[in-house]
C-alpha cells in the first residue's frame, strides 16, 4: 500500500494562497487509473471533498471552491499538490490527500492530514 | 450536485447492540456508494464500498446494503472500538458528496 504524506505551512494569513503538497511513497503517481484527490475537514465538522486529478493533469472541482483552487500532478517527483487562494477563516480545516481504489472514487488510502489555520 | 443525507446525526449505543445508519442520495446513484469510519484525530478508514462490499480486513459485523437512492451501513454488535464516526459518499460522479457523519457513542 502507498504511503501519502502532506506538507505545508499549519498557519496561513486570510487573502493569502495556502500550497500543500502530497508525497507519495510506495506506489507511481503515473497511473492514469487513478484520480489523486484532496478532501478536508473543518474542525468539529464533517469531510469536504476540494479537487481530484490524474497524472495528465486531467481535474475535477467541488463547484464551491472551483474559483480558487488548482490541483497539479508532478509526476517527477512522485507528488501532487494542492493550491486554494484568497483564504478565509472558513478554510482553517485538516486537510488530507488521498488516493482512491483503482478505476474507482472510494478513498482507500490517505494521507494523515494536515491543519491549517487562517489567522492574522 | 448529488446531495448525500444521513441519520441520525447520532447514536448513543451499547457494546453488543445493533446499529443501523442510513443516508440518503438526492438523486440515483445505483449502488455508487462508501462508508468511512474515523476516530478521533485519524483520517478516515474505508469500510465499504459499492454499497455492500466489505473493503479487506474489515470485520464482518459491517455490512452495507441498498441501491439507487437508500443505503444503510449496518453494524451487528457494536464493539469498543467502533465507537466512532462514519461517513457515506456517492462515487457515482464528480462532484464527489460526503454525508453529514453519524456519531456512534457509548450509551
Known amino acids: 500500500q502507498p504511503q501519502l504524506q502532506e506538507s505545508g505551512p499549519g498557519l496561513v494569513k486570510p487573502s493569502e494562497t495556502l500550497s500543500l503538497t502530497c508525497s507519495v511513497s510506495?506506489?507511481?503517481?503515473?497511473?492514469?487509473?487513478?484520480?489523486w484527490g484532496w478532501i478536508r475537514q473543518p474542525p468539529g465538522k464533517g469531510l469536504e471533498w476540494i479537487g481530484s486529478?490524474?497524472?495528465?493533469?486531467?481535474?475535477y472541482y467541488n463547484p464551491s471552491l472551483k474559483s480558487r483552487v488548482t490541483i497539479s500532478v508532478d509526476t517527477s517527483k512522485n507528488q501532487f499538490s494542492l493550491k486554494l487562494r484568497s483564504m478565509t477563516a472558513a478554510d482553517t480545516a485538516v486537510y488530507y490527500c488521498?488516493?482512491?481504489?483503482?478505476?474507482?472514487?472510494?478513498?482507500?488510502?490517505w494521507g494523515q492530514g494536515t491543519l491549517v489555520t487562517v489567522s492574522s | 450536485d448529488i446531495q448525500m443525507t444521513q441519520s441520525p446525526s447520532s447514536v448513543s449505543a451499547y457494546v453488543g447492540d445493533r446499529v443501523i445508519i442510513t443516508c440518503r442520495a438526492s438523486?440515483?446513484?445505483?449502488?455508487?456508494l462508501a462508508w468511512y469510519q474515523q476516530k478521533p484525530g485519524k483520517a478516515p478508514k474505508l469500510l465499504i464500498y459499492?454499497?455492500?462490499s466489505l473493503q479487506s480486513d474489515v470485520p464482518s459485523r459491517f455490512s452495507g446494503s441498498g441501491s439507487g437512492t437508500d443505503f444503510t451501513l449496518t453494524i451487528s454488535s457494536l464493539q469498543p472500538e467502533d465507537f466512532a464516526t462514519y461517513y457515506c459518499?456517492?462515487?457515482?460522479?464528480?462532484?464527489?458528496?460526503f454525508g453529514g457523519g453519524t456519531k456512534v457513542e457509548l450509551k
Open positions: 488521498a488516493r482512491p481504489r483503482l478505476g474507482f472514487l472510494d478513498w482507500l488510502n
Open positions: 510506495g506506489g507511481s503517481i503515473s497511473n492514469s487509473a487513478y484520480y
Open positions: 486529478s490524474d497524472y495528465t493533469g486531467s481535474t
Open positions: 438523486q440515483g446513484i445505483s449502488r455508487w
Open positions: 459499492t454499497a455492500s
Open positions: 459518499q456517492q462515487t457515482s460522479n464528480f462532484p464527489l458528496t
